[in-house]
């Protein structure tokens, strides 16, 4: 099928579809940020996608920088992914029983993360952050949990305080529902600034880069420090790679600022659009996950045969090649949006951490959820998002999610976005 051409050709529109989700679906969705709602209006439904492409249900094509908030960095229906899973799928859906290719998922992270020794396959970012979390505790004999205002680890209930992208984009600081003893020893800092830590903490979780209050950058120094914090006082530093993992470089953010936390966890990246998940360690801490040890954590579809032949298909492509690329397209978007909105006379910041890119309608870059928050107000990356999403380029419905680019986003299609952007500054600029 050529990605120029549509296969769909039902009369279903977003509308209708949308009307009939809204009755059987909270919100008419099964994840809250692409209700559209920080950003208003009707969600386009996927009908089908390829490459850098996605069609709605009325046929429309969209350039898409959402690339399901990151798994599919390759761009979609890849067809080493797609062969795989589909040979995968004949072989029987999961079984119950270990399979070769876990190990060789495992083999092939442990290989390309510096300090990780050995892994466990889950089946979502929440449930390895989740489970990173119980590790730390078990291990360390220590209840309290440090996280960073705006950094996201899922939605585990110790987890969800002060979160970013999808919490954040609802306007929520908690979540109903998750009582106050468990989050009882979860303290939140400022992101950015090391914190006092004691001997009562058992992790500092951290996204390397924060990428769920839009993009915001570790400043000099900040990971290196909190590594040094931790050892002080015997916490664990607890990396959620799960939008880093694999993005960033080979061996993520461990091998791109050569700071090695003692856990990780990961996501979306090793799934190649499969529900996965990853947590890991040295062989030490490992050997408190039961069986080996008390930390209990297991799984009916973890380990899942599509999944593992979805991920590895996509760790194979994963090269050093596809990493300049995805920086080389990450950086001339990022210059090139920067270019077209100051022309306007519009302020704007596009951070950037390897292919790591955001957007802000601000002049200076935030450092914290605190700055996140204020560059958000406003109804600007809200016109931002329709503009382009009229022209055919979806980014994703709201203002803390990145701009994920895929291997397959030319230096035709950036340039596309980039004229695309320039009208809708113009537009903006006259008001
Ligand atoms: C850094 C980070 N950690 C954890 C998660 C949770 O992953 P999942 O949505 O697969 O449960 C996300 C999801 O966006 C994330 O960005």
């Not at 959620?240 to 080979?250: K, Q, S, Y």
């Given at each position: 099928m050529s990605p120029y051409t549509s296969t769909v050709s039902n009369a279903l529109t977003n509308a209708a579809l949308f009307e009939r989700a809204q009755k059987v679906m909270p919100g008419g969705v099964n994840s809250p940020v692409r209700s559209f709602r920080s950003v208003g209006g009707t969600p386009y439904f996927v009908a089908n996608a390829e490459g850098p492409w996605v069609w709605d249900t009325e046929g429309k094509r969209y350039l898409d920088y959402v690339m399901s908030y990151g798994p599919c960095i390759l761009g979609h229906a890849n067809p080493n992914i797609v062969d795989a899973v589909s040979v995968a799928a004949g072989q029987g859906t999961s079984y119950g029983a270990p399979t070769e290719r876990?190990?060789?998922?495992?083999?092939?992270?442990?290989?390309?993360?510096?300090?990780?020794?050995?892994?466990r396959l889950v089946s979502s970012g929440t449930e390895a952050a989740m489970s990173a979390v119980r590790l730390a505790r078990g291990a360390t004999g220590r209840d309290v949990i440090v996280k960073f205002a705006g950094n996201y680890h899922g939605h585990s209930d110790n987890l969800l305080a002060a979160g970013g992208s999808g919490i954040a984009n609802q306007g929520l600081s908690g979540c109903d529902g998750v009582p106050a003893g468990a989050v009882a020893d979860t303290i939140v800092a400022p992101y950015n600034v090391v914190p006092e830590l004691d001997s009562s903490v058992a992790a500092v979780a951290v996204e390397p880069v924060a990428a769920n209050m839009g993009v915001?950058?570790?400043?000099?120094?900040?990971?290196?420090?909190?590594?040094?914090?931790?050892?002080?006082?015997?916490?664990?530093?607890?990396?959620?790679?799960?939008?880093?993992?694999?993005?960033?470089?080979?061996?993520g953010a461990t091998e791109y600022f050569g700071v090695q936390p003692d856990v990780w966890c990961f996501g979306k990246v090793i799934g190649g659009g499969l529900p996965v998940g990853a947590y890991g360690a040295s062989r030490e801490i490992m050997g408190s996950v039961a069986p080996l040890g008390g930390v209990y954590q297991g799984g009916t579809l973890s380990g899942n045969p599509l999944a593992t032949a979805a991920g590895l298909a996509a760790l194979e492509q994963l090269d050093a090649s596809a990493y300049s690329t995805l920086e080389h397209l990450a950086t001339r978007l990022g210059d090139g949006l920067e270019t077209a909105f100051r022309s306007a006379g519009i302020d704007v910041v596009c951070p950037r951490v390897g292919s790591l890119l955001g957007i802000f309608f601000t002049d200076v870059a935030p450092t914290n959820f605190d700055?996140?928050?204020?560059?958000?107000?406003?109804?600007?990356?809200?016109?931002?998002?329709?503009?382009?999403?009229?022209?055919?380029?979806?980014?994703?419905?709201?203002?803390?999610?990145?701009?994920?680019?895929?291997?397959?986003?030319?230096?035709?299609?950036?340039?596309?976005?980039?004229?695309?952007?320039?009208?809708?500054?113009?537009?903006?600029?006259?008001?």
């Open positions: 876990e190990v060789l998922m495992a083999e092939e992270m442990c290989s390309r993360v510096p300090g990780m020794e050995m892994m915001v950058a570790p400043g000099e120094g900040f990971l290196r420090d909190l590594r040094a914090a931790c050892d002080d006082v015997g916490a664990m530093l607890l990396f959620d790679e799960v939008i880093t993992g694999f993005r960033l470089a080979r061996g700055e996140a928050q204020a560059a958000v107000e406003g109804d600007r990356y809200k016109t931002f998002f329709h503009g382009m999403l009229e022209r055919g380029i979806a980014l994703a419905p709201g203002p803390y999610e990145m701009i994920f680019v895929s291997t397959v986003h030319t230096d035709e299609l950036i340039d596309m976005t980039i004229a695309a952007a320039a009208e809708v500054a113009g537009e903006m600029a006259a008001g």
